[in-house]
């Protein structure tokens, strides 16, 4: 079982800069052996993907909405990823939620996820 809680979410305005944090505790598996993913939801729209990590950090997926504003990454040591969010913009506000997936290669797609973080909201003013 994994606890993922996310933290660092808050009020931005447009081209400033947010760093989330997803703190997991699992039981039984090391947190290097998951792949890990943030994932958002805007109100209305459906959840989508944001970026993703395999298990050592090596390689990474992005949306291309986020592309090269974004960075993600993990550090296993302590049990956490993050999500470097910079030049934000107002489409990017939404509840974005870390999860976590018992396999070590990355992915995209939300169905293959297992643990979900509760989430934490962003929002950016113009």
């Known amino acids: 079982q994994v606890q993922l809680v996310e933290s660092g979410g808050g009020l931005v305005q447009a081209g400033g800069s947010l760093r989330l944090s997803c703190a997991a505790s699992a039981s039984g598996r090391t947190f290097s052996w998951y792949a890990m993913g943030w994932f958002r939801q805007a109100p209305g729209k459906e959840r989508e993907f944001v970026a993703t990590?395999?298990?050592?950090?090596?390689?990474?997926l992005y949306a291309d909405s986020v592309k090269g504003r974004f960075t993600i990454s993990r550090d296993n040591a302590k049990n956490t990823m993050y999500l470097q969010m910079n030049s934000l913009k107002p489409e990017d506000t939404a509840v974005y939620y870390c999860?976590?997936?018992?396999?070590?290669?990355?992915?995209?797609?939300?169905?293959?996820?297992?643990?979900w973080g509760q989430g934490t909201q962003v929002t950016v003013s113009s």
């Open positions: 990590i395999n298990w050592s950090g090596s390689n990474t």
């Open positions: 999860a976590g997936r018992k396999n070590t290669v990355y992915s995209g797609n939300a169905k293959e996820y297992d643990y």
